[in-house]
């Protein structure tokens, strides 16, 4: 992390220089105001999905896994940043506009990921995610681990089971790590204030919040589509207790859950 203090819940040393100018700014606004709990929540919810989805992928690369599918991909840079990527086959997914302004940054920065990272353009409400993965070299008859990272949330029950059907024309030992909000009565106050002050602002700029589970509501919506839950984490849960012992802002919420599953052989 750049804001806070040791121990660090997750560290992207090339955000900065990624995001340019724009970068600097939000950064610096998040050190003079790092104690207010919106922006604190935040970053707590950013890094730890983060840290959670990579940690898994290294254990599924130590298992043979050695392809990944990034949903919603954004501005992730585990491409050129991560040792890892250069053992790996890595295809981002995300929408056409996303896509063209990160790879152009890329370039401006020096940071190319081309030779390193297959590129999709793909609308995940309406196309076929899978289709489109296949078409750049990803390989439907080996396991694919795939994140879905900071997502899920915008989606309708129905487009999420829509391209989770899609997902479940992987092999069996293919492995799916998402985030995703619970329904008001699993949050606490904290989260129910985050919840008001930020859910505002991305419905203002017509991207609203239209998806919340229970744990047992995801582990049931996964097994539909052959999936089952390997873990399903709390924020405070995800790390080792250690972590919270902290002298910034940074406290674990109740909004965000974290699940790790694995397609099985008779899904």
């Not at 983060?50 to 919603?72: H, I, K």
């Not at 990803?138 to 694919?144: I, K, Q």
């Not at 849960?237 to 972590?243: H, L």
Request: a negative charge; proline letters at 5%.
């Amino acid at each position: 992390m750049l804001v806070d203090d040791d121990p660090a819940l997750f560290l992207d040393d090339l955000a900065e220089r990624v995001l340019g100018t724009a970068g600097t700014d939000m950064i610096r606004y998040h050190r003079h105001q790092g104690g207010h709990p919106i922006l604190a929540a935040a970053r707590v919810q950013a890094t730890l999905r983060s840290r959670f989805a990579e940690a898994a992928l290294r254990d599924a690369v130590g298992r043979g896994v050695d392809q990944y599918l990034l949903l919603g991909a954004g501005l992730d840079t585990f491409g050129v940043r991560s040792e890892l990527a250069r053992s790996l086959l890595v295809v981002e997914v995300d929408h056409p506009a996303t896509q063209r302004w990160k790879r152009s940054r890329l370039a401006d920065t020096g940071l190319d990921a081309s030779s390193a990272v297959r590129y999709v353009d793909a609308d995940l409400t309406a196309d076929a995610v899978l289709d489109r993965a296949l078409s750049v070299g990803l390989d439907a008859s080996r396991p694919v681990f795939v994140s879905w990272l900071g997502g899920v949330p915008y989606f309708r029950p129905c487009e999420l089971s829509r391209v989770l059907s899609d997902l479940a024309r992987l092999p069996p030992g293919s492995e799916l790590v998402a985030d995703y909000h619970v329904p008001p009565d699993w949050q606490d106050d904290h989260a129910e204030l985050y919840v008001r002050a930020v859910s505002e602002v991305a419905s203002d700029g017509a991207e609203p919040w239209r998806s919340s589970f229970t744990p047992d509501g995801v582990a049931a919506l996964l097994a539909e589509n052959g999936f089952v839950v390997v873990t399903d984490h709390s924020e405070r849960d995800s790390v080792p207790a250690g972590f919270w012992e902290r002298r910034d802002g940074l406290r674990p919420g109740s909004l965000m859950r974290l699940v790790h599953a694995r397609r099985t052989a008779d899904g």
